[in-house]
């Protein structure tokens, strides 16, 4: 696996490329990076299949080099000193977590974990787009569930459960019927497009995607407005309102 190393400390680049090096022969080390900026251009120049993430670093963080990244099909392990990241790396969805200093058979299960991963992706993906959510949930059914990360863990939410989803920044709120409060996850609204598409959902602006099956009534305009079932007025916008107006027709 094309695998980089970024980390600000020179004796922990050091300390784990000798261990990747003696004990784990699939990894092939491309680049090793000190910051997050140059870990940037190594990851865009050699599209790593594996990435050894530190938190702490100038400039650039480790969780900020991931959302930097965006769509990348890539094992991230994140390593730090600090197990009070545990929680937020669970949350950018990484492969494993190791704590300095890392021993060697916690190094070889992440690694094995990772190749997992990457096995998986190759299988399912023909194309090196979208990211292992959109794996999972790319053939999901109605009844099914999609698990997302979220400030309190992993939320599972009911599809046939979402009314729509909003975009906040690089996440993503959704309207459940279930509840009166939405529910944020740490996914972009792109992405959660992408795993709703064919279900019944449809982007209609770019910042909503609506849940058809409960649209109340279409109200004209420039680009108009949907009513959705519990009253929210949700915008069309006026590029989006041609493609829109076509697929409620196949309702």
């Known amino acids: 696996m094309r695998t980089i190393i970024v980390d600000d400390e020179k004796l922990s680049r050091s300390v784990l490329k000798l261990l990747l090096e003696k004990h784990c022969p699939s990894v ?7 910051d997050g900026l140059s870990a940037l251009e190594a990851i865009e120049k050699h599209q790593p299949e594996l990435l050894f993430l530190d938190v702490e670093m100038p400039g650039l963080n480790g969780f900020e080099v991931i959302k930097a990244c965006g769509h990348i099909n890539t094992a991230i392990i994140v390593t730090t000193s600090h ?6 790396a669970i949350r950018h969805n990484v492969v494993d977590f190791l704590l300095k200093p890392i021993l ?3 190094l070889q299960e992440a690694v094995d974990k990772a190749m ?3 096995a998986h992706h190759t299988d399912k993906s023909p194309t090196r787009s979208g990211n292992t959510m959109e794996l999972l949930h790319q053939h999901l059914h109605p009844g099914e569930r999609l698990g997302l990360p979220s400030p309190e863990g992993l939320r599972m939410i009911l599809v046939k459960d979402i009314l729509y989803c909003m975009a906040d920044g690089i996440n993503t709120r959704m309207h459940l019927l279930s ?7 740490f996914r972009s609204l792109k992405e959660i497009e992408n795993m709703l598409r064919n279900k019944g959902f449809f982007r209609v602006h770019h910042s909503y995607v609506v849940n058809l099956n409960y649209m109340d009534r ?34």
């Open 28 to 34: 092939n080390i491309v680049a090793v990076c000190a």
């Open 83 to 88: 197990e009070s990241y545990a929680l937020e």
């Open 104 to 106: 060697k058979d916690e």
């Open 116 to 118: 997992v991963r990457q």
């Open 179 to 185: 509840t009166p409060e939405p529910a944020t996850v």
């Open 218 to 251: 279409y109200l004209k305009g420039d680009g108009g407005e949907i009513i959705m079932n519990d009253g929210s007025c949700i915008p069309v916008s006026r590029h989006r309102k041609q493609d829109f107006m076509e697929r409620i027709e196949r309702l």
